[in-house]
């Protein structure tokens, strides 16, 4: 069992920056790939950002590439997403998920392929 534990969510200005952290407890953090994912209202959740476990490998969603940056630290289970430029399109509900793979160079952008999720952490973009 992992939980995930969502937190740095907020309301913030068109153009400002936010740092999302998920924290991870119970199996081993350090052979999870990692993954952040979104709700906007009305809307289904979609792909943002996600980071192999060896942290070597990243991707991201063109919707926010060049903006948003995902990266983890293994010493203390915990990923990160540190947003900047945001924009109104960006508010969502921002969820955590962790993916067991033996693969240290993997990671995975699809929901099907995530093991466990997060509750999420509101993200609100004032116009």
């Known amino acids: 069992q992992v939980q995930l534990v969502e937190s740095g969510g907020g309301l913030v200005q068109a153009g400002g920056s936010l740092r999302l952290s998920c924290a991870a407890s119970?199996?081993?953090?350090?052979?999870?790939?990692m993954g952040w994912f979104r709700r906007a209202p009305g809307k289904e959740r979609e792909f943002v950002a996600a980071?192999?476990?060896?942290?070597?490998?990243?991707h991201y969603a063109d919707s926010v590439k060049g903006r948003f940056t995902i990266s983890r630290d293994n010493a203390k289970n915990t990923v990160y997403l540190q947003m900047n430029s945001l924009k109104p399109d960006d508010t969502a509900v921002y969820y955590c998920?962790?993916?067991?793979?033996?693969?240290?160079?993997?990671?995975?952008?699809?929901?099907?392929?995530?093991?466990?999720w997060g509750q999420g952490t509101q993200v609100t973009v004032s116009s």
């Open positions: 998920a962790a993916a067991f793979t033996r693969y240290s160079g993997s990671y995975y952008s699809t929901e099907s392929s995530q093991d466990y």
């Open positions: 119970g199996r081993t953090f350090s052979s999870s790939a």
């Open positions: 980071i192999s476990w060896s942290g070597g490998s990243t």
